[in-house]
C-alpha cells in the first residue's frame, strides 16, 4: 500500500514550456486535492476532483489544468510555466475527514 | 483573502515545556478544524482535528482548545519534545474545501 505519490520529486522549466504532474493513490479515495505551498503561505489549493472525471477550481485555478480520467490518478497541469508557478506542489487524497499527502513536488521555473 | 490567520510564525520551547499555537478565523460556516504536522521534506499528515460542537479534544500529549464564540481555536502540545520539532499547520474545511494557515515552525529545544 504506497498511500499517495507524486512524479516527478523535482523538476526545472523554462518560462512557457508546459509539464504535467502526476498524482496516484491506491486508497480507493473519491476525493483528491492539488496544493501548492510557498513560504508564510501555507497551503494553498488549486483544484480539487470529487470522483472519477469531476474536477473543481480551488483558491488559487490560474494558470493550470487538471484531469481526473481515472480514480486512482489527479494530473496536474501548466500549460505555459510564468517564475511565480515556482512551488512545492502537494497532492492529497481524502477519506471521511482526512487528507492524506503525498510527498510533494518541488518545481522551479527559470 | 486569507481564510484563517495562524500565529505564531515560529517558537522556541524548551524541552518539557508546552507549545501554544493560535488560529483565529471569520467565517462560521466551516465545520472541520484540522491540525497537520509537516516535518522538512515531506508531506503534511494530519495530527488532530475537532469539530465546532466540542470545546476541546485530547489526543495524548495534543490537545485543540476551541472557541466558537471568538472563533479562535488552538493547538497544545504538552511536555514538548525535540522530536516534536516541526511546522504545524491549522486548517479549516467547509463542502470537502480545505483552507491553510500560514503555518508555525516548532523548534524544541533539548
Known amino acids: 500500500n504506497a498511500g499517495v505519490t507524486q512524479t516527478p520529486k523535482f523538476r526545472v522549466l523554462k518560462t512557457g514550456q508546459s509539464m504535467t504532474l502526476l498524482c496516484a493513490q491506491d486508497m480507493n479515495h473519491e476525493y483528491m486535492y492539488w496544493y501548492r505551498q510557498d513560504p508564510g503561505m501555507g497551503l494553498r489549493l488549486i483544484h480539487y476532483s470529487v470522483g472519477e472525471g469531476t474536477t473543481a477550481k480551488g483558491e488559487v485555478p490560474d494558470g493550470y489544468n487538471v484531469s481526473r480520467l481515472k480514480k486512482q490518478n489527479f494530473l496536474l497541469g501548466l500549460e505555459s510555466a510564468a517564475p511565480s508557478q515556482t512551488s512545492v506542489y502537494f497532492c492529497a487524497s481524502k477519506a471521511e475527514e482526512t487528507q492524506y499527502f503525498g510527498p510533494g513536488t518541488r518545481l522551479l521555473v527559470l | 483573502q486569507q481564510q484563517v490567520k495562524q500565529s505564531p510564525q515560529s517558537l522556541i520551547v524548551q524541552k518539557g515545556g508546552i507549545s501554544i499555537i493560535n488560529c483565529a478565523y471569520e467565517?462560521?460556516?466551516?465545520?472541520?478544524f484540522p491540525w497537520y504536522q509537516q516535518f522538512p521534506g515531506k508531506g503534511p499528515a494530519l495530527l488532530i482535528a475537532?469539530?465546532?460542537?466540542?470545546s476541546e479534544k485530547k489526543e495524548g500529549r495534543f490537545t485543540i482548545s476551541f472557541n466558537k464564540s471568538a472563533k479562535q481555536f488552538s493547538l497544545h502540545i504538552m511536555d514538548s519534545q525535540p522530536g516534536d520539532s516541526a511546522t504545524y499547520f491549522c486548517a479549516l474545511s467547509f463542502f470537502n474545501k480545505f483552507y491553510f494557515g500560514s503555518g508555525t515552525k516548532l523548534n524544541v529545544k533539548p
Open positions: 475537532i469539530r465546532p460542537d466540542v
Open positions: 467565517n462560521t460556516a466551516f465545520d472541520y
